[in-house]
């Protein structure tokens, strides 16, 4: 069922990779929402993923850009700016990678370059992403930015190694690019604290699908699926939720506040 939450606006979705994407559930659904949008990725991830499949279902365009490439973005913004014939209303930052995790390497041994390389990756683009979007003034006002987190950026959680770091980064950008984007611009920016879902990113984590199972018992509403993800930031994309930035905001079923549940000690 279509609201036309999303009628209207226009925006670029960053981390579409195949049909486990979460960037790909919110890519359909604001679809469906009418949203016109532009999906992009690495042009490696252009080559492996499937989406062009999705650009195909959603009437929408595919640029490639490494989000850690100022010129990429720019070449995407003007693209952008381009195609739709004026500014944009959402982004999406769904993206992630830590080299460390891919490689096995423990937390207490990690590698500086590859630490470097994945908070250039997970971190420091939604600064790029927002700082591109800004210096070509690029949103419309009461626009909305949005990036995918995870509660191992607030308690420790050892499988997640580098990634945590990475995230309390993400968050905190969230927080003072936020203020500046609300003070200039109206324009309002959050993260989305979101459950574990199957994807490729996230069955590089080693006992992922352990904890997958543990995460579904602590939560009271179980684990929020990457529709249900998508369904929530279609919200903050929406005119519903104008005045809530520089939030992380936790849609997780309740783990984040749970300490231990019934179904865990039974
Ligand atoms: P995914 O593997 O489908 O998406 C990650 C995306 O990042 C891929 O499309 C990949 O091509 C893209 N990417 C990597 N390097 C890039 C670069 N240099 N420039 C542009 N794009 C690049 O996995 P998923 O799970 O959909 O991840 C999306 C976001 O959701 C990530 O931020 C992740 O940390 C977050 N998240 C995921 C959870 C999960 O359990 N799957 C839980 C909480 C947050």
Redesign the pocket.
């Known amino acids: 069922m279509s609201y036309n939450l999303l009628k209207g606006k226009k925006g670029i979705i960053?981390?579409?990779?195949?049909e486990?994407?979460?960037?790909w559930k919110v890519a359909e659904r604001a679809y469906k929402e009418k949203a016109s949008f532009i999906l992009t990725?690495?042009p490696a991830?252009l080559r492996m993923?499937k989406i062009y499949e999705l650009s195909h279902k959603t009437e929408s365009m595919v640029v490639p850009a490494?989000?850690?490439s100022i010129i990429d973005l720019n070449i995407l913004f003007d693209k952008a700016l381009d195609h739709f014939g004026g500014k944009i209303d959402f982004l999406l930052h769904?993206?992630?990678?830590s080299i460390n995790i891919r490689k096995g390497i423990p937390y207490t041994s990690i590698n500086y370059e590859f630490l470097r390389k994945g908070w250039e990756?997970?971190a420091v683009?939604y600064h790029k992403i927002m700082q591109t979007a800004w210096s070509k003034n690029a949103m419309n006002k009461w626009g909305s930015i949005v990036a995918?987190?995870?509660v191992a950026s607030k308690r420790s959680f050892s499988y997640y190694g580098d990634m945590s770091d990475y995230k309390s980064y993400l968050e905190s950008i969230t927080r003072n690019f936020g203020y500046h984007w609300g003070i200039k611009k109206k324009v309002r920016v959050n993260t989305v604290s979101?459950?574990?879902?199957v994807?490729?990113?996230?069955k590089s984590i080693k006992g992922f699908n352990q904890f997958f199972i543990l995460s579904e018992k602590i939560s009271p509403l179980g684990n929020a699926s990457a529709e249900d993800c998508a369904n929530y930031i279609i919200t903050l994309f929406s005119d519903f939720t104008r005045k809530v930035t520089m939030q992380n905001l936790y849609h997780d079923g309740g783990f984040s506040k749970t300490g231990i549940s019934e179904t865990m000690i039974s």
């Open positions: 960053f981390g579409a990779l195949d486990n994407s979460i960037a990725n690495t991830a993923g490494d989000a850690t769904s993206i992630a990678m990756i997970s683009s995918l987190t995870y979101q459950s574990p879902s994807t490729k990113a996230a």
